[in-house]
Protein backbone atom coordinates (compact mmCIF):
# COMPACT_ATOMS: atom_id res chain seq x y z
CA UNK A 1 0.00 0.00 0.00
CA UNK A 2 1.21 2.89 -1.20
CA UNK A 3 2.37 5.94 1.64
CA UNK A 4 -0.30 8.11 0.32
CA UNK A 5 -3.41 5.84 0.93
CA UNK A 6 -2.12 4.99 4.60
CA UNK A 7 -2.22 8.78 5.14
CA UNK A 8 -6.16 8.85 3.33
CA UNK A 9 -7.03 5.68 5.65
CA UNK A 10 -5.71 7.92 8.84
CA UNK A 11 -7.28 11.00 7.88
CA UNK A 12 -11.03 9.25 7.05
CA UNK A 13 -10.58 7.22 10.51
CA UNK A 14 -10.21 10.91 12.06
CA UNK A 15 -13.94 11.40 12.32
CA UNK A 16 -16.78 14.42 14.07
CA UNK A 17 -17.37 12.23 16.86
CA UNK A 18 -14.06 11.91 19.88
CA UNK A 19 -15.25 8.83 20.70
CA UNK A 20 -14.99 7.30 17.45
CA UNK A 21 -11.61 8.79 16.96
CA UNK A 22 -10.52 7.00 20.01
CA UNK A 23 -11.45 3.62 18.16
CA UNK A 24 -10.14 4.41 14.83
CA UNK A 25 -7.14 6.02 14.93
CA UNK A 26 -5.33 3.99 16.80
CA UNK A 27 -6.80 1.31 15.06
CA UNK A 28 -6.06 2.64 11.33
CA UNK A 29 -1.73 3.51 13.03
CA UNK A 30 -1.39 0.43 14.70
CA UNK A 31 -3.20 -2.43 12.88
CA UNK A 32 -4.35 -1.64 9.33
CA UNK A 33 -0.76 -2.20 7.58
CA UNK A 34 -1.09 -5.69 9.29
CA UNK A 35 -4.49 -6.60 7.45
CA UNK A 36 -4.82 -8.82 4.37
CA UNK A 37 -5.78 -6.43 1.60
CA UNK A 38 -9.29 -7.80 1.66
CA UNK A 39 -9.86 -6.47 4.91
CA UNK A 40 -7.91 -3.32 4.10
CA UNK A 41 -10.92 -3.03 1.21
CA UNK A 42 -13.22 -3.53 4.14
CA UNK A 43 -11.98 -1.45 7.05
CA UNK A 44 -12.12 1.44 3.57
CA UNK A 45 -16.04 0.41 3.20
CA UNK A 46 -16.45 0.41 6.99
CA UNK A 47 -15.57 4.43 7.00
CA UNK A 48 -17.84 5.03 4.31
CA UNK A 49 -20.47 4.79 6.68
CA UNK A 50 -22.24 7.67 8.60
CA UNK A 51 -20.65 8.74 12.20
CA UNK A 52 -24.01 7.64 13.97
CA UNK A 53 -24.56 4.47 12.19
CA UNK A 54 -20.73 3.43 13.39
CA UNK A 55 -21.64 4.37 17.16
CA UNK A 56 -24.35 2.20 16.94
CA UNK A 57 -22.73 -0.68 16.17
CA UNK A 58 -19.88 -0.30 17.92
CA UNK A 59 -21.80 -0.04 21.32
CA UNK A 60 -23.95 -2.83 19.83
CA UNK A 61 -27.24 -0.86 19.87
CA UNK A 62 -28.47 -2.34 16.24
CA UNK A 63 -26.63 -4.59 13.58
CA UNK A 64 -25.04 -3.54 11.10
CA UNK A 65 -26.85 -3.92 7.53
CA UNK A 66 -24.13 -6.19 5.88
CA UNK A 67 -22.94 -8.57 8.29
CA UNK A 68 -18.94 -8.56 7.04
CA UNK A 69 -18.91 -5.61 9.12
CA UNK A 70 -19.18 -7.47 12.59
CA UNK A 71 -16.08 -9.34 13.08
CA UNK A 72 -13.95 -6.09 12.22
CA UNK A 73 -16.28 -4.05 14.43
CA UNK A 74 -15.51 -6.97 16.99
CA UNK A 75 -11.45 -6.51 16.39
CA UNK A 76 -11.40 -2.87 16.73
CA UNK A 77 -12.87 -3.06 20.29
CA UNK A 78 -10.57 -6.03 21.10
CA UNK A 79 -7.80 -3.58 19.80
CA UNK A 80 -9.19 -0.77 22.21
CA UNK A 81 -9.23 -2.94 25.34
CA UNK A 82 -6.08 -4.44 24.58
CA UNK A 83 -4.71 -0.93 24.83
CA UNK A 84 -6.67 -0.23 27.62
CA UNK A 85 -4.64 -3.04 29.80
CA UNK A 86 -1.41 -2.15 31.89
Do not use: C
Not at 12 to 37: I, K, N, Q
Request: net charge negative.
Amino acid sequence: MTELNKQKIFWHSRRGMLELDLLLVPYAREVFETLAPDQQQLYEKLLQEEDQDLWDWFLDRTEPPQTKFKPLIAQILAHKAAQAQP
